[in-house]
């Protein structure tokens, strides 16, 4: 008998297709998240690095948890010239899962980052179906094959390891995904003509929330709204025609959604420039004049799309000249491109919309951080291309789609291949550049092999060389840093400092002014100034110096402290003590202070006060063995001073001066 083969069961076979159908659209965005995780990976062994690093997370004790005060914290603070009470959240909780360990903190902008590729491939997938198919199951694995291109140029390119690599900037990978969030809910809202209205509003209402939560992590989601007008001319082709032709009834509409989200826009943008002046982030009209600022734009606008094309020599810091003249070619050049591009993306918006698209996008994202209300020290940053250079990558899915349609043959096989090559290549040059972050002294050190004459990275080279003990090299990079940049003054006042401790007084001096000429205000500078002319015997001029600093900070224990010790070296004792007592009010658990007062009593022959702090000066710190040898010796002579009196009237002389070791770094 043969044996007959069960019929298939329809309903069975329909489930089973519903199921791939449900699943498959993840498959792609998986296999790129995975990708992209293995391309990064090895930032998850990175270090912090002395570029904000320190100031943002080492040092700063007010982000560590989420309990009230740090709540507090997050949402009231301009630190570092920012309001990002979202990203602070992030790394408060960052502390309490890993304490100061770098891996979780690298490990939290890894995982945002991939989720970033994962959403701009969904994104990149509704613009291609809008545009190019009207039957997407006709060409879904061609979609699905440009969405990951696009993906892959974004997520793999190195511009996009200082957002990732650099723990401070949290902020760019979590702004980045809600930005991108905000425009896939845009695009569902607004994907069919036949959209339901309650669907379409819930997709806006998300988008809203999506930017709102974007700009309480950075502020670059300012831009949004006007992004939005731009996927309404196209893709969309909800705003068509002249520009007048938008006050009709329908397009009025689709201008007036955007209200509440330039609202948003506006409050923030005043906001993040309130947290710049507030900072001193922003750099004055005085300093840096508007001709240079426009000259910073056009460049800035070059410099992306350069980097995209040929991502070789990328750099942490890109410094703005100190002689902006000899730039005005350059910045002549790159304007005379900037215009011509934008002439041509205008010209050809009828016959290329997506051209004038992409390029639009490309520079209102950029604008913001284009220098015109330039902060901080950079002529142009990797990080600025993290949203900027979005569109760019959109464009390559795009011709890769129309690329496919014209092959005949072997078109999987083909797609498989050029994906492949792309993120290998991509991959390989990110890899690379992720290194150059292990460590700080790695990223300075790449820093000066992309660009010699960069001041900022010859001083901080130098401070992680001080900080390892390696002086005399720390010397000849702050040497090199003021050579450079003459006005810098931070490494103006370090190579003093480390010149006043190799007994080069007179350099040291001169360098110490030289940081007070650019940095007139810097309380730190006076009083070391003051130090070193009292070693020269200029006391005169050292109390002036110590008095300015403390017309500058009344608070300033360190100048009290080296007032006293200067009054006691010309035996104005009493005087002296008045100001120890006034740096024991401000810090009274300073071991220097109570050794200094406590000398000072000694000296004017109180042997009780002396004795007190001296011994609160040996318990705070016990390693000031000239403090214990002092108090040894007064605890003797007090001694010998009672034994004295029961025998006779007259009292032993006390020592001579105690001159405890005890001085305030």
């Known amino acids: 008998m043969k044996s007959r083969?069960?019929?298939?069961?329809?309903?069975?076979?329909?489930?089973?297709?519903?199921?791939?159908?449900?699943?498959?659209?993840?498959?792609?965005?998986?296999?790129?998240?995975?990708?992209?995780?293995?391309?990064?990976?090895?930032?998850?062994?990175?270090?912090?690095?002395?570029?904000d690093d320190d100031l943002m997370l080492v040092d700063n004790p007010y982000y560590r948890g989420l309990g009230w005060a740090q709540l507090r914290w997050m949402f009231t603070t301009f630190h570092n010239g920012h309001f990002q009470?979202?990203?602070?959240?992030?790394?408060?909780?960052?502390?309490?899962?890993?304490?100061?360990?770098?891996?979780?903190?690298?490990?939290?902008?890894?995982?945002?980052?991939?989720?970033?590729?994962?959403?701009?491939?969904?994104?990149?997938?509704?613009?291609?179906?809008?545009?190019?198919?009207?039957?997407?199951?006709?060409?879904?694995?061609?979609?699905?094959a440009s969405a990951a291109l696009a993906a892959i140029v974004f997520a793999l390119h190195p511009l996009r390891v200082e957002s990732v690599a650099w723990a401070t900037e949290r902020r760019d990978v979590l702004s980045g995904a809600l930005f991108l969030g905000a425009i896939y809910c845009y695009l569902r809202a607004n994907g069919t003509a036949a959209s339901a209205a309650v669907s379409r509003r819930r997709w806006l209402a998300l988008a809203f929330a999506a930017q709102l939560l974007s700009l309480l992590a950075k502020a670059t989601a300012i831009t949004l709204p006007v992004i939005l007008v731009v996927l309404d001319i196209y893709p969309l082709q909800r705003l068509r025609g002249a520009v007048r032709s938008w006050f009709a009834a329908d397009s009025r509409r689709v201008l007036a959604e955007k209200l509440p989200f330039l609202l948003l826009s506006v409050?923030?943008?005043?906001?993040?420039?309130?947290?710049?002046?507030?900072?001193?982030?922003?750099?004055?009209?005085?300093?840096?004049?508007?001709?240079?600022?426009?000259?910073?734009?056009?460049?800035?606008?070059?410099?992306?799309?350069?980097?995209?094309?040929?991502?070789?020599?990328?750099?942490?810091?890109?410094?703005?000249?100190?002689?902006?003249?000899?730039?005005?070619?350059?910045f002549i050049a790159c304007a005379a491109l900037a215009a011509l591009a934008c002439l041509l993306a205008f010209f050809l918006r009828r016959r290329r919309p997506w051209l004038a698209a992409c390029w639009a996008y490309y520079v209102i994202v950029l604008a913001p951080v284009m220098g015109v209300a330039q902060s901080g020290p950079q002529l142009a940053a990797d990080r600025y291309s993290y949203l900027s250079c979005l569109s760019w990558a959109a464009l390559c899915g795009g011709i890769f789609f129309y690329w496919l349609q014209s092959l005949r043959s072997a078109q999987i096989a083909t797609a498989a291949v050029v994906l492949f090559a792309t993120g290998a290549s991509l991959g390989w040059l990110t890899r690379a550049q992720v290194a150059v972050w292990r460590d700080g002294e790695s990223l300075w050190q790449h820093t000066l092999r992309v660009a010699p004459n960069t001041a900022i990275a010859n001083y901080n080279l130098g401070k992680i060389y001080e900080t390892n003990g390696n002086v005399q090299d720390s010397v000849e990079l702050y040497r090199r840093a003021v050579s450079i940049n003459p006005t810098y003054a931070e490494a103006h006042y370090n190579l003093a400092r480390l010149l006043g401790h190799q007994g080069k007084l007179d350099e040291a001096m001169a360098h110490y002014r030289d940081a007070l000429k650019f940095k007139p205000n810097d309380v730190e500078t006076h009083n070391n100034l003051g130090q070193l002319l009292a070693r020269q015997g200029n006391f005169t001029a050292a109390l002036t110096a110590y008095r300015k600093a403390l017309a500058l900070d009344p608070k300033f224990v360190k100048a009290y402290f080296n007032i006293g010790r200067l009054l006691v070296r010309r035996g104005e004792v009493d005087k002296a003590i008045e100001s120890f007592q006034q740096a024991l009010k401000l810090s009274p658990d300073t071991a220097e202070v109570h050794a200094g007062l406590g000398d000072a009593y000694a000296r004017s022959g109180n042997l009780d006060q002396a004795i007190v702090h001296l011994d609160a000066a040996v318990k705070l710190k016990p390693q000031l063995a000239g403090v214990q040898m002092a108090l040894a010796r007064l605890l003797e002579a007090r001694r010998s001073k009672v034994e004295a009196a029961k025998r006779r009237p007259t009292a032993v002389p006390l020592p001579g001066a105690v001159s405890p070791d005890a001085r305030m770094k």
């Open 85 to 144: 009470p979202l990203s602070w959240l992030t790394l408060g909780l960052d502390y309490l899962l890993w304490g100061l360990d770098p891996f979780g903190y690298h490990l939290t902008n890894l995982i945002l980052h991939s989720a970033n590729t994962a959403i701009f491939y969904f994104v990149c997938r509704l613009i291609f179906a809008r545009v190019f198919v009207t039957a997407q199951d006709a060409a879904r694995w061609q979609l699905d």
């Open 5 to 51: 083969k069960p019929a298939a069961n329809p309903r069975s076979r329909h489930t089973t297709l519903a199921a791939e159908r449900r699943w498959f659209p993840w498959v792609v965005p998986l296999v790129l998240v995975l990708t992209v995780a293995a391309v990064f990976f090895p930032a998850l062994s990175n270090d912090f690095v002395n570029w």
């Open 267 to 330: 409050i923030f943008g005043l906001v993040a420039l309130w947290a710049q002046q507030a900072s001193g982030a922003l750099r004055p009209v005085q300093q840096y004049f508007f001709s240079y600022r426009f000259g910073q734009a056009f460049y800035g606008i070059c410099f992306y799309l350069w980097k995209t094309l040929f991502p070789i020599d990328l750099s942490p810091l890109y410094e703005l000249p100190y002689d902006f003249e000899a730039w005005t070619g350059v």
